[in-house]
């Protein structure tokens, strides 16, 4: 296919988000592209399993007799557009064989996408500094990036060699908001998973910080060059409440609920509710 480009994927060993993954893979794929993988070691990843099965998401979570009976986990986890793209994913011989991080270079591929994930198996990812640069390849080259979630918090730590900065620095952005973090912990901390207040953040602030410090949205925006260039959804926009809730998700043909912002070749999302206008519209941008 003319039109068909080779996508970069890096994703962590433990605890991506199986939606901003698959739903991206299988929609890019669909678009007629070629995604590839990698990891730190080139051994295959695993999707967070309380993101696919519910299981542990709920009060009694904890109970091994209990475990199975679901309430809040079945909010929680992915939906049925996310379970079944990592189902498919799964037997995808590019994600059981995927590339390591240090054999890689930003000349090898037309374009990267970063996904995200919130449960702690993201740190190495977030943290790794040959990924870093890598990314940081990526955008000096001038070639389309995408980022969802905390895969805009990979880009924010990606220093540009060129600049001494942020890749992001200059640049609009969306990235996983505080309050749809905020709302998603304060859920799993007060009435779900209880016993483990920190699952939904991949990192808490230390005694004497600001609530939010270490939030996505908040050092996303320490990476900026301006306040204003993240870029939320403003009040009276259209379908706010749909958007901001964090109830709803996108679908196929439906974008009322997601949040998508372009600037150049640079295009990002919040939350795995965005994903299928995420993808698609990065489909568009590649075509």
Known sequence: MTNCRRILMPIPLHDFDPTEVALSWRILRD????????????????????????????????????????LFGLMLRADHHGR???????????????????????????ALLLPGGHAKGMRPYLEDRVLQALVA??????????????????????ISPRTGRSVLYGRKTTALTWKLERSAW?????LARFWDPGYYRTYGESKGEP?????????????????ADFVDVPPGAPDYLRKTGGLVRDRAGDERAAWVVRDGNYLSARWPGDVHTFARRYADMLA
């Open 186 to 190: 304060d859920l799993t901390r007060f």
């Open 84 to 110: 079944q793209a990592y189902a498919a994913l799964e037997s995808a011989p590019a994600f059981l064989q995927p590339q390591r991080y240090q054999d890689l270079n930003a000349a090898q591929y037309d």
């Open 211 to 227: 609530a939010g410090y270490w939030s996505v949205e908040q050092e996303v925006r320490r990476a900026l060059a301006s306040d």
């Open 137 to 158: 390849e990526f955008f000096d080259s001038g070639k389309p990036v995408a980022a969802v979630c905390h895969g805009v918090l990979l880009a924010a730590r990606s």
């Open 31 to 70: 678009a007629g592209h070629q995604i590839e993988f990698a990891t730190v070691d080139g051994t295959r990843g695993h999707a967070d399993p309380m993101m696919l099965s519910g299981e542990g998401l709920d009060p009694w979570g904890w109970l091994p007799g209990l475990r199975k009976l679901r």
